[in-house]
């Protein structure tokens, strides 16, 4: 089946430890974006990368680090500067035309 | 920055009765799309609309643009329990050579059996 997996579902952290979210793709899409959603809220752009070995900041991407070293793989590390970084975080790919968007299931991170 | 906001922020209906939720947007646009999400699940594309686009359907959803008045809607019909979730709108910035979407806050719906 070809989609976005993210992993793990739940991700509990102790404050002031960075962390990983997985992120990989099989749809052989080039653009690859990670989101933050809280409680009741839209999406917040946190980094895109559009193609391998490059990325972008979004709109809140302090606190956050990427990398894009293989197509299928858009890895976000949530570091200890993040000052409030319990929320769910999606993970999506398109095309490089970037209209529709597909999401991974989404990793839910509590920090405390 | 959020560009799309919807309206209502939370609708409640009887299974059977048709749901209306609006976006609106402050910049112009190349398209806008409308997603699904489900409760603590990610987000599923239901359809696009571009700026030359006026109306546009898909199954049960009808989509609607006015580039006048920077707002779309969208409308359920013969709503089904199933399509209780959240409903988002999502608009297009271009910038520095590439497309970024734009999510609204979102419209939870709640479709009573």
């Known amino acids: 089946d070809g989609g976005i997996t993210q992993s793990p579902k739940y991700l509990f952290r102790k404050e002031g430890q960075n962390v990983t979210l997985s992120c990989e793709q099989n749809?052989?899409?080039?653009?690859m974006y990670w989101y933050r959603q809280d409680p009741g809220q839209g999406l917040r752009l946190i980094y895109y990368?559009?193609?391998?070995?490059?990325?972008q900041k979004g709109d809140i991407a302090e606190g956050y680090s990427v990398s894009r070293e293989k197509k299928e793989s858009f890895p976000l590390t949530v570091t200890s500067a993040q000052k409030n970084p319990t929320a769910f975080y999606l993970c999506?790919?398109?095309?490089?035309?970037?209209?529709?968007?597909?999401f991974g299931p989404g990793t839910r991170l509590t920090v405390t | 920055s959020q560009q799309g906001e919807e309206d209502p922020q939370a609708l409640s209906i009887q299974e059977g009765e048709n749901a209306t939720m609006n976006c609106s947007y402050k910049?112009?646009?190349?398209?806008l799309q409308w997603y699904r999400q489900n409760s603590g699940r990610g987000l599923v594309h239901l359809i696009l609309?571009?700026?030359?686009?006026r109306e546009k359907h898909s199954g049960r959803l009808r989509v609607t643009l006015d580039t006048s008045k920077k707002s779309s809607s969208l409308l359920i019909t013969a709503s089904r329990a199933a399509d209780t979730a959240s409903y988002f709108c999502?608009?297009?910035?271009?910038?520095?050579?590439?497309?970024?979407?734009?999510f609204g806050t979102g419209t939870r719906l709640k479709v009573l059996a």
């Open positions: 609309i571009r700026s030359n686009e």
């Open positions: 749809l052989n899409h080039d653009a």
């Open positions: 999502a608009t297009d910035r271009f910038t520095s050579g590439t497309y970024k979407y734009i």
């Open positions: 910049t112009s646009i190349n398209n």
């Open positions: 990368s559009q193609i391998v070995n490059d990325f």
């Open positions: 999506a790919s398109s095309t490089p035309a970037a209209y529709e968007q597909y």
